[in-house]
T-cell receptor
Framework: GNSVTQMEGPVTLSEEAFLTINCTYT??????LFWYVQYPGEGLQLLLK?????DKGSNKGFEATYRKETTSFHLEKGSVQVSDSAVYFC??????????????FGQGTILTVHP | NAGVMQNPRHLVRRRGQEARLRCSPM?????VYWYRQLPEEGLKFMVY????????ESGMPKERFSAEFPKEGPSILRIQQVVRGDSAAYFC????????????FGPGTRLTVT
């Protein structure tokens, strides 16, 4: 079946540090890949997505590239801010058939950024 | 344009009671997904509904859990005879269609069973 594995957290960084959160997936075919962010007390917000191999999703300084050869979708940001402190979820979605668009999530990575 | 609404935000139930969680999708959305987030885990799919129909309930526990999305009103996730293991955050997401359409998440209902 489909699965998503994220790097273990929590991750603690100083402001302006470089961020990488690793994400690998297992799925047949060509799933779409997503990063969601969850701020304290809130629901998940879509951060970025990629729908085919070699696509790069980007938003708010975050980037992730869909690498089919390594089945990965690592999240990166060149300079984090305190306001980036949140939980980050990697997810995949199979389209068509009996998948019905449901999302499969990784376990989440807690990011804390200190001033 | 209001987003996805969930209520209550926090719910406390004693073992054996019933829990009812409500989800009002975004305006114009007729597709609802429910996910459960157990402590220290990611979100797990539970059920996918369209108006008046359950399309995929492959993630729902076989007993005590049910869901509906009536023609009028919110989607309801119902848990009968709750146990401590049901304590979790329950999120719903709505979309305008299945497949490629983005899912918009509500703030979640945090259920605590004492």
């Amino acid at each position: 079946g489909n699965s998503v594995t994220q790097m273990e957290g929590p991750v603690t960084l100083s402001e302006e540090a470089f961020l990488t959160i690793n994400c690998t997936y297992t799925a047949t075919g060509y799933p779409s890949l997503f990063w969601y962010v969850q701020y304290p007390g809130e629901g998940l917000q879509l951060l970025l997505k990629a729908t085919k191999a070699d696509d790069k999703g980007s938003n708010k300084g975050f980037e992730a590239t869909y690498r089919k050869e390594t089945t990965s979708f690592h999240l990166e940001k060149g300079s984090v801010q305190v306001s980036d402190s949140a939980v980050y979820f990697c997810a995949l979605r199979k389209s068509g058939g009996t998948s019905y668009g449901k999302l499969t999530f990784g376990q989440g990575t807690i990011l804390t950024v200190h001033p | 344009n209001a987003g996805v609404m969930q209520n209550p935000r926090h719910l406390v139930r004693r073992r054996g009671q019933e829990a009812r969680l409500r989800c009002s999708p975004m305006k114009g959305h007729s597709h609802v997904y429910w996910y459960r987030q157990l402590p220290e885990e990611g979100l797990k799919f539970m059920v996918y509904l369209q108006k008046e129909n359950i399309i995929d309930e492959s993630g729902m526990p076989k007993e005590r859990f049910s869901a509906e999305f009536p023609k009028e009103g919110p989607s309801i996730l119902r848990i009968q005879q709750v146990v401590r293991g049901d304590s979790a955050a329950y999120f719903c997401a709505s979309s305008s269609g299945q497949g490629r359409d983005e899912q918009y998440f509500g703030p979640g209902t945090r259920l605590t069973v004492t």
